[in-house]
Structure formats: structure tokens, C-alpha cells
């Protein structure tokens, strides 16, 4: 084995980390006899030669030695092996990503190229793989072979053919999934693949394999699907709870006449590596493949199908916007009395209410239900998806309220570094506008270090937070203005601003006129922040920006001269800083002036000619913010819209921006460009802010904004208006 090896040029290559000079070591080590070795030199393949996905020339080089690796029958843990040499060459350069290479890019891309072809020209071995003693690699096989072999319709027969002989539960799911990638990759097959799945999904006896042809049936092809799948799944999810460990028997293989093609691997989760799934010995090694394991078999100890979950998902996936469909789904799965199969749906309703709009209540009551669970890992899951939620947390109020007051310990939670931050279920709470927070917020209050967010939820919480004014000005008053003032000062202005509490203008000043170098200009735009939301009550600072806004200093002439206007109404003092602002080389200070002139309305008219010379900027948001400023100062309605209508369809981010300003011009006129925009928008099912691959904690809460602007906008302007 290895042959060659030392005659590779290793040293003049380099992985994510530097000189690949250790890849022979990390080779040979997937060959060792000793599971720790295999362990870190699988972690050393997947940390550096193929880094996140990433191929380099050590990577390519590599490609032999791991298909020798691959086919021994003397080298254990192979299953991550085939795993492994299925991601390195299972990339897919398609015409539209090869239209957007750059210069940069182009070695990268070849390398791609020439991995796939490398690795595709060796797939034949996984023909005689899938039938390996190894049931770990015959887990891996079946989807390298639909990932990486050019003949998908061989690679169909042998599926077939190998699915009533497999003896094992799960690698007989992977057969499934590997049918499904090939409709998928091959869609001349597709309509042959559903046809099966459709007779798989009706006729194996294994509610296994029937609940595997449902999901891949979603993927494929969607419209096959039984009109009653959501009552069907629900029974196979309580049928396979009744069977005995291992999630089937072993006498139950399917009808040989039957051609096992299913599952299609979802683009937007996480892959599945055979670190995950490899079924040899547990290894207690700080390496990110043995904290994989370790997680895997937590999440699976105890589980009579712990593949279930990822079939479920992948039949939601399938399902996409079948918002209805999956929201049944997901209610009879919170009503399990498994715990596991819980969990996975109050995760899984997260991911189903952050990126689709729907009546929630029902499912949200249900996730509020979990939080009196006795299982942690339950009741967390379900208050962090709360905390998401906002306003849609509603219905699970007073699940929330008791979980606060049965757990004091969790209102704040403290981290190795870092400040201290509020729980999930304060800040759910919060969130809400629900009173029954605020014992939480004083307890952190009188904390030695004060919670960073708790700013912030008593924003939230409004009038109904005031009680906590008093120890908001007294924490504030402490604070040591020094290098870590910032950190210490900015929850607490946070928390006065959001209350407008004008009595502790003392205190702001005091931070105003101290604030430190270190990070001294943050902490006094949070001041400046503070000042202006006091307004009128703020008066006696007025003195101290006038004088600021000739010599800013620290603070931006800019964010003094909006906290001047909030407070004193004087449009001359401002008007010349804020002119000044709207010519300033930084973006962010000309977006900056162009609000703060908008705030003053038609005072500060004259300066509509240079923002409507902003409306053809490059940057798309100071487009947006002096289109609004131009209308706020000149009210003129169609140049403002016809520019906002512009920006909404060149990028979803601005749209509760544009929305804001929409709404308060006051009804739409019915039949305009304006009111078809946002009966477009409401009549989406998908949110404007979801994202592949990744999501913020504000989307939900954004989305909902946006629609209610929406409709706001259209109130009274007839059909449509209450989408």
C-alpha cells in the first residue's frame, strides 16, 4: 500500500494550513490499526487537505492512495474513507458558476474540475463496495456511486438489485437516498425513480423504507405524493416507535421486485459524514470529527430509528411551501410522546416558521407546550425558537411566563469570555412586551456585570419596563469611564433610551463628556443615541451640543445635530452640520444626514436639489434613505416611490425600509405600481429575508414588519388589503 507515496513532492504544495508536508503522515495514519490515529488523521484531511470543501494540488494528490485505502480490506473505519473521496470529487461546476469564475478563482475551479474527473474515473470500485462485509462501507457506497459514476443507469440496476439481499436497516435507506440523488442529478430518470418510489412508499414492510420512498418522492417528485401524506407519515412515525431497536427486522427486506430509488441529500443541510455514521469504536479524542461522533451519539442514544429525523427532514424539504402540510406534520410530531422525535420537531418548526409565512398558533402553543418538559435538551430547544418568534411567541406566553418562574437560574447565562447575556427565555418574553419579564431584567440589573442584551429587551418592553429606570441610572452612574466603558455603558444607554427616560440626562452627559479613546466614538453615538430619544426632557444637555457641533471631537457633527433636533426643534443650529454630512466622503455619514435632514421635513427644503442628485448613487442604501429624506423635505410623492419601487426589486433588504416610508404616505392608490408591489409581497409564502444555508435572529421579526407595512400601505385601497 502507498506505493509512490514518498515520491510525491509533497513539501512544494500546501493544504488550509501551510506546507502539505504531513499529508503522507495523515494517509497512513487512516490506515493505522489504532482508532484514535484514524480519528485525527480523518480530522487532518477534513481540517487542512480539504479544508470546508476546498481542493487543493495535495488534495489531488491524495486521490489514489485514498481509493487504495477505499478497496483494503485490512484498513477499518473505510466507510469514511469512501465518504471522503465522494465529497472530493462530488463537486458540481455547472455553466452558471462557471460564467461568474474570476481570475482569482480559475486554479481553484481547474482544481475542482480535475478532482471530479479523477475521482469519477475510479468509481467503479464502489460497484464492488456496496456489497462489502463492512456494513460502514457499504452505508457510504451507494451515494458515491450516484454522486460520482457516469452510467446512472447501471448504478439504478445495482440499487435494485441490492436492496432485497441488504440485511442492514439503515444502509438500505442509503440505497434509497443514493436512487434519489441520481433523479435528481439525471432528471430523464426521475419519472422511472418516482414511479418506484411511489410503489415502495405503498408496499415495503419496513415503515422505514416507506417513510425513505415518501421523502425522496418529495424531493423528486413532489406531485406523486399520497394527498393524504401528512396522516400516512404520522402513522409510520408510531408504527416505527413500536419496533424493537435497530428500526426493523431483520427478516423484513423489500419485494425483489421492487427498484429501491429514493432519497435525494438536501443541498441546505449539513453533510452527513461518515465520521458520523461510522459505526466502529468511540473515540474520546479532541479532534472536530470525534466531537461529530460524540454529538451524533448523543443525538441517537436510545433512539429505536435515530436515521428518522433526517428522513423527516428530508420529506420537509420536499414538501417546500406546503405550509399547511408540514405544519400538521410538525403538530403531530409535538405530540409524540417520544421525546427525541420532539426535538427534532421544535427545531425543525424553527426552520419551517423562520423561512415561510403561516398561521402559527397552534404550532407555536405546541413548542410552548415542550418548555415544561423535564428533558433539557427539550424545553431549551423549544425557548430558543421562541426567542425567534416575537410577536408570533404569542400563543406560548404563559408557557414562557412559568418556565421564567420556575428557573431563575437560567434568567442570565454566563460564558468562559465575554459578558453575560439574558436567557432565551427572558429575552422570548421580552420580546412579547410582557410585564412578567421584568423581574428578570431588575435581577440582572444588580448583577456585577450586566447582561449585554438587556438593553435591548427593555426596548421591547417599553412603558411597561419604566419600574427599571431607577437602576438603570444608578448602574450607569457607576460605570468606570475607562477602556471598557463601551461594553459596561452601552446595555445600560440602550435600556434608558428605549424608556426615553429624560431624568437621567445627568448621567448620559457624564458618559458623553468622559467617554475614553478606546472605543470612545461608540460610546458616544450610544449617548447621543440616548439624548435624542429623551427629546424635550433632555434640555439641559442643550447647551453642550451646541457647543459640540462646531468641535465634535469624538462625537460625529452628524449624530450631535439629530440629538439637537430631537431635543430643541432648532432647525438653523442643525441644518449646516447636517448639509455638511450630505457631502461627506464616508457613506455611512451621508446616509446619516440624509435621515436626520428627513426628520426636519420641510425646514430643511433646500437641500432637496442634493439629494435628488443621491437617488443615481452607487450605494443602494443611500439611494434609499435620501429618496425618503426627499420626499420628507419637498413631499414629492411619485419621484420618492418611483425610486423606492427601484431599490425594492434590485434587493430584498431594503424593502421594510421602503415599506416604512410607503405606509406613512398614507393609502396607496389602487391600480399603481406601488399598491401591485405590495400585494406581490403579501401574497408570497416565502419570507423576502430567507436565506440557504444560514439565517439571522431578527428574520422572523423583520418579515412580520414588513407585512404588516404591507398592509398598512393598502388599508383602504380595496381588494387585497387583508392578505
Same mark, same amino acid.
Given at each position: 500500500?502507498? +506505493? ?20 503522507? #503522515? ?14 485525527a ?16 494540488? @495535495? ?50 475551479a481547474?482544481?475542482?474540475?480535475? !478532482? ?19 456494513p ?12 460520482? =459514476?457516469?452510467?446512472?443507469?447501471? /448504478?439504478?440496476?445495482l ?10 436497516e ?11 440523488? /441520481? ?21 415495503? =414492510? ?35 416507535r ?10 423484513? @427486506?423489500? %419485494? ?20 458520523e ?10 479532534t472536530?470529527?470525534?466531537q461529530?461522533?460524540?454529538l ?43 421525546r ?9 418548526s ?11 398558533? #397552534?404550532l ?7 418548555? +415544561? %418538559? ?39 447565562? &454566563? ?21 412578567r ?16 442584551d ?30 471598557? !466603558? ?22 448620559v ?7 475614553? #479613546? ?5 460610546? @458616544? ?5 440616548a ?18 457641533? &462646531?468641535r ?11 440629538a ?9 443650529? /442643525? ?12 457613506v ?13 421635513g420641510p425646514?430643511a427644503?433646500?437641500v ?26 419637498s ?23 421602503v415599506?416604512? @416610508?410607503?405606509?406613512?404616505m ?7 405600481a ?24 431578527? %428574520? ?24
Open positions: 500500500m502507498f +506505493s509512490g507515496i514518498d515520491e510525491v513532492d509533497w513539501a512544494s504544495m500546501e493544504h488550509a494550513y501551510g506546507p502539505a508536508d504531513d499529508v503522507p #503522515e495523515l494517509l497512513r495514519g487512516l490506515a493505522s490499526q489504532d482508532p484514535a490515529e484514524r480519528e488523521a480523518l480530522d487532518g484531511m477534513y481540517g487542512a487537505v480539504h479544508h470546508q470543501g476546498d481542493v487543493y494540488a @495535495c488534495t489531488l494528490a491524495c486521490i489514489p492512495f485514498l481509493f487504495e485505502l477505499a478497496v483494503d480490506p485490512g484498513v477499518q473505519d473505510r466507510g469514511s474513507v469512501v465518504e471522503l473521496l465522494t465529497s472530493i470529487g462530488g463537486f458540481d461546476l455547472d455553466e452558471d458558476d462557471e460564467a461568474e469564475i474570476d481570475e482569482d478563482e480559475i486554479e481553484g481547474a482544481n475542482y474540475a480535475m !478532482a471530479a474527473a479523477a475521482v469519477t474515473a475510479g468509481a467503479g470500485v464502489f460497484f464492488e463496495l456496496i456489497a462489502d462485509e463492512d460502514g462501507v457499504r452505508l457510504a457506497a451507494p451515494l458515491a456511486l450516484a454522486t460520482l =459514476h457516469r452510467h446512472p443507469v447501471r /448504478v439504478l440496476a440499487l435494485r438489485e441490492r436492496l432485497p439481499v441488504e440485511p442492514d439503515e444502509v438500505r435507506l442509503a440505497l434509497v437516498e443514493a436512487a434519489g440523488r /441520481v433523479a435528481l442529478r439525471h432528471r430523464p430518470l426521475a419519472g422511472r425513480v418516482a414511479e418506484w418510489l411511489g410503489r415502495l412508499a405503498s408496499r415495503a =414492510h419496513s415503515p422505514g423504507l416507506r417513510l425513505a420512498a415518501l421523502a425522496q418522492l418529495a424531493r423528486c417528485s413532489p406531485d406523486g405524493l399520497p394527498g393524504d401524506v401528512v396522516p400516512v407519515v404520522s402513522g409510520l412515525l408510531r408504527e416505527m413500536s419496533l424493537p431497536e435497530g428500526g426493523a427486522a431483520e427478516k423484513d @427486506c423489500p %419485494d425483489p421486485d421492487r427498484d429501491p430509488e429514493a432519497e435525494a441529500v438536501d443541498p441546505e443541510a449539513e453533510p452527513v459524514t461518515a465520521a455514521t461510522c459505526r466502529g469504536e468511540q473515540v474520546a479524542t479532541p472536530l470529527v470525534g461529530l461522533r460524540s451524533a451519539a448523543q443525538e441517537s442514544a436510545g433512539r429505536g430509528a435515530p436515521w428518522a429525523a433526517d428522513l423527516l427532514r428530508t420529506l420537509h424539504v420536499g414538501l417546500d411551501d406546503r405550509v399547511a402540510d408540514r405544519t400538521a406534520l410538525l403538530a403531530d410530531q409535538l405530540r409524540s410522546p417520544d427525541r422525535q420532539r426535538i427534532d420537531a421544535v427545531r425543525m424553527g426552520g419551517l416558521i423562520r423561512a415561510w409565512r403561516g398561521p402559527y398558533e #397552534e407555536v402553543a405546541l413548542v410552548g407546550d415542550q418548555l +415544561s %418538559d423535564p428533558e433539557p435538551r427539550l424545553a431549551e430547544a423549544a425557548s430558543h425558537v421562541l426567542e425567534e418568534l416575537f410577536g408570533l411567541a404569542a400563543p406560548a406566553a404563559d408557557a414562557l411566563a412559568a418556565r421564567l418562574e420556575d428557573r431563575p437560574g437560567d434568567w442570565v447565562k &454566563s460564558w468562559a469570555s465575554g459578558p453575560p447575556g439574558l436567557g432565551s427565555t427572558v429575552k422570548a418574553l421580552a420580546r412579547l412586551g410582557d410585564a419579564a421584568v423581574p428578570a431584567l431588575a435581577a440582572a440589573l444588580e448583577l456585577p456585570r450586566v447582561a449585554h438587556v438593553g435591548f429587551a427593555v426596548g421591547h418592553l417599553g412603558a411597561a419596563a419604566r419600574p427599571l429606570a431607577g437602576a438603570l441610572r444608578s448602574r450607569l452612574a457607576e460605570v468606570e469611564l475607562d477602556e471598557g !466603558a463601551y461594553d459596561r455603558a452601552s446595555p445600560l444607554l440602550a435600556g434608558l433610551a428605549g424608556l426615553r427616560a429624560g431624568e437621567a440626562t445627568p448621567e452627559l457624564r458618559v458623553l463628556r468622559g467617554a475614553p #479613546e478606546y472605543r470612545g466614538e461608540w460610546l @458616544c453615538t450610544a449617548a447621543l443615541r439624548l435624542g430619544s429623551f427629546g424635550p426632557a433632555a434640555r439641559e444637555a442643550v447647551p453642550e451640543l451646541r457647543a459640540l457641533i &462646531s465634535p471631537g469624538t462625537a460625529s457633527a452628524t449624530e450631535v445635530a439629530e439637537l433636533w430631537a431635543i430643541s426643534g432648532d432647525a438653523d443650529a /442643525v441644518l449646516p452640520a447636517l448639509i455638511e454630512g450630505l457631502q461627506s466622503h464616508q455611512h455619514e451621508r446616509r446619516a444626514a440624509a435621515v436626520a435632514l428627513g426628520s426636519l425646514r427644503a433646500v432637496a436639489p442634493r439629494l435628488r442628485g443621491l437617488l443615481a448613487h452607487e450605494d443602494l442604501w443611500l439611494r434609499v434613505d435620501a429618496a425618503i429624506a426627499l420626499w420628507e423635505v413631499g414629492r410623492t411619485q419621484e420618492t416611490v418611483e425610486a423606492l419601487l427601484s431599490d425594492w426589486e434590485r434587493s430584498r433588504h431594503v424593502r421594510v425600509r415599506a416604512e @416610508c410607503v405606509a406613512r398614507g393609502p396607496v392608490p389602487e391600480g399603481s406601488a399598491a401591485h408591489v405590495l400585494r406581490s409581497e403579501l401574497v408570497s409564502v416565502r419570507r423576502h429575508n430567507a436565506m440557504d444555508g444560514g439565517y439571522g435572529s431578527h %428574520d422572523i421579526h423583520e418579515d412580520e414588519k414588513l407585512l404588516a407595512l404591507c398592509r398598512q400601505a393598502l388599508r383602504g385601497t380595496g381588494k387585497g388589503t387583508t392578505a
